[in-house]
């Protein structure tokens, strides 16, 4: 069953892709250029903007001189020693020994003969052909618009 349902859904795509494309070559044909519709526009004549009036402005004020308060001394208490705290040393601990595996022997492998390869002849290639030149691709300049 899930075969016919991908089936059913590419289909569907494919025709997607088929209504879309048709669709954007249509539109590329109906729209027109801009260059054909553009009306021109008038060239305004150039304001002239009157000139900046002249600002005075008066003199800055003499303010008093303002003086800071001394800045007061702190006295800050002297630092706290913390107690040095000793641990206990660490306790040893005695491992008994490692068991002893028995040894298992393992059967020999059986000894295998194959058949000696066959020599392969061999094969001269023809020499490599030369690659061909790519031509180089000059683009045109867009026009600039006055």
């Known amino acids: 069953m899930d075969l016919k349902y991908s089936a059913v859904f590419l ?3 494919l025709f997607s ?3 879309m494309s048709g669709a954007a ?13 553009q009306p021109e526009v008038p060239s ?13 402005l008066p003199p800055n004020p003499d303010l008093p001189k303002v003086e800071l308060p001394p800045v007061p001394e702190v006295h800050l208490p002297p630092k706290l020693e913390m107690p040095k705290v000793e641990l206990p040393p660490v306790p040893e601990v005695h491992m008994p020994p490692k ?3 028995p040894k298992v022997e393992l059967p020999a492998f059986p000894e295998v003969h194959l058949p000696p390869k066959p020599e392969m002849p061999k094969v001269e290639l023809p020499p490599m052909p030369e690659m061909p030149t790519v031509l180089e691709i000059h683009f045109l300049e867009p026009k600039v618009k006055p």
């Open 11 to 13: 289909l569907g795509l």
């Open 25 to 37: 070559r249509i539109l590329e044909d109906t729209v027109p250029s801009k260059e054909k519709h």
């Open 44 to 56: 305004l004549p150039k304001m002239e903007l009157p000139p900046f009036p002249e600002v005075h």
């Open 99 to 101: 068991p002893e595996l």
């Open 17 to 19: 892709c088929v209504a």
